[in-house]
Nanobody, 120 residues
């Protein structure tokens, strides 16, 4: 499994960014996928996940109502639309894939990160 994340960048607080994660070696429509992030000096934490079961989604409390995870099966890609960004959203964002039981806690497959910087 290979995951290629992109879309990071610098934005002012209140702005928006959309991250993409292109997958190979797996089919995004048949597995659970998600996003984690790691802020400077902190551990990696769960952000959002989407499952193949009726596109069920789950979010960390810190991003509910601001972030939306989605997927495009035809492009074998998942997305993270991030709105109303805050400085505390600054982090390296990682795309992950695994079974649903692990996707929010300890996913085994990680892509490279993409840096998001939010300035106040």
């Amino acid at each position: 499994v290979q995951l290629q994340a992109s879309g990071g960048g610098s934005v002012q607080a209140g702005g928006s960014l959309k991250l993409s994660c292109a997958a190979s070696g797996t089919t995004v429509g048949s597995v659970s996928m998600g996003w984690f992030r790691q802020a400077p000096g902190k551990e990696r934490v769960f952000v959002a996940a989407i499952t193949p079961i009726e596109d069920y989604t789950v979010y960390a409390d810190s991003v509910k109502g601001r972030f939306t995870i989605s997927r495009d099966n035809a492009k074998n890609t998942i997305y993270l639309q991030m709105n109303m960004l805050k400085p505390e959203d600054t982090a390296v964002y990682y795309c992950v894939v695994d079974q649903f039981a692990r996707i929010t806690r300890d996913p085994r497959y990680w892509g490279q990160g993409t840096l998001v910087t939010v300035s106040s």
